[in-house]
């Protein structure tokens, strides 16, 4: 008997691992669509459309504290994004790098609503992929949503990397990298 418990601790060390590694792979991938799809979001706003900002009461001067900002990166409009981002994720599927055997989720719907023009091959479409996306994408928005509008204020580059590998750890610098030469 002393033989099967040393079996069984290495098969749930084993499998914990396994569990650990997709979880990694999930709320990673979720991250790095999360960061595209507010890209994409941010892009289509005109340059031009701003948000007035401050306080709207009169000072005693008859003066007010209000400033114009660039409606495309101010808290209202990356708050009002955050709310309805994860609902993309439905627009994603899942891929298994041949190489590394970590899974990846890329877009399978195009930004115009048709799929013809992208390449699916290899890649799982489902409901429970994208209702698990959906899940892990929520978990990061209530988590991280201070942190998502500082980063997505301000123009920045490398996001996913700066965002999903180093502020939150939820990529590994090894996933990063495989994902990115995709």
């Not at 601790?9 to 914990?16: C, H, N, S, T």
């Not at 877009?107 to 994208?130: A, K, Y």
């Amino acid at each position: 008997m002393k033989g099967w418990g040393w079996l069984a601790l290495l098969l749930g060390v084993l499998l914990g691992t396994a569990w650990a590694r997709r979880s990694q792979d999930l709320h990673c991938g979720a991250c790095r669509a999360l960061v595209d799809e507010l890209e994409w979001e941010i892009a289509k706003v005109d340059p031009k459309k701003t948000i007035q900002m401050g306080s709207f009461r009169i000072n005693p001067d008859g003066s007010q504290s209000v400033v114009e900002v660039p409606y495309a990166r101010s808290e209202a409009h990356l708050t009002e994004l955050l709310e309805e981002v994860c609902d993309r994720m439905k627009e994603y599927g899942e891929q298994i790098d041949p190489s590394t055997h970590r899974k990846n989720y890329v877009r399978v719907v195009g930004r115009n609503g048709e799929s013809s023009e992208l390449d699916l091959q290899g890649i799982r479409i489902d409901s429970d992929i994208s209702g698990t996306l959906k899940f892990a994408c929520e978990s990061i928005v209530e988590e991280y949503e201070d942190e998502l509008i500082e980063f997505f204020s301000r123009e920045s580059d490398n996001v996913k990397d700066k965002l999903c590998s180093k502020r939150t750890d939820l990529c590994d610098h090894a996933l990063h990298k495989s994902h990115d030469e995709l």
